[in-house]
Nanobody, 117 residues
Framework: QVQLVESGGGLVQPGGSLRLSCAAS????????MSWYRQAPGQVREFVAS????????NYVDFAKGRFTISRVNANNTLYLQITNLKPEDTAVYYCNAHTINDVAYWGQGTQVTVSS
């Protein structure tokens, strides 16, 4: 059974940093395209970043370039998202997404990130 479990969210002051984690199980993690999405209150879920080709390639949406870093440790089946210089507009639920080699997509339950002073 596929499981994606996000962690690492919380309440952070503007300018702070967080590292989100996504622990994966139940599929071939090293061969899956792994992504982070986020959904702010009242907004649609939006793409943040992806890691594919085993982590050799990454892709970021424009707003994520420079402050967000996606990475993965295939040996541990774990995906990460490092966010620096957090801004109030980064407040959202952050979701892990897996797109497996069987062309099936899975979602985690999300982790809340709140940026506020």
């Amino acid at each position: 059974q596929v499981q994606l479990v996000e962690s690492g969210g919380g309440l952070v002051q503007p300018g702070g940093s967080l590292r989100l984690s996504c622990a994966a199980s139940g599929f071939d993690f090293s061969r899956a395209a792994m992504s982070w999405y986020r959904q702010a209150p009242g907004q649609v879920r939006e793409f943040v970043a992806s890691s594919f080709s085993g982590g050799r390639k990454t892709n970021y949406v424009d707003f994520a370039k420079g402050r967000f870093t996606i990475s993965r440790v295939n040996a541990n089946n774990t995906l990460y998202l490092q966010i620096t210089n957090l801004k109030p507009e980064d407040t959202a639920v952050y979701y892990c997404n897996a797109h497996t080699i069987n062309d099936v997509a899975y979602w985690g339950q999300g982790t809340q990130v709140t940026v506020s002073s």
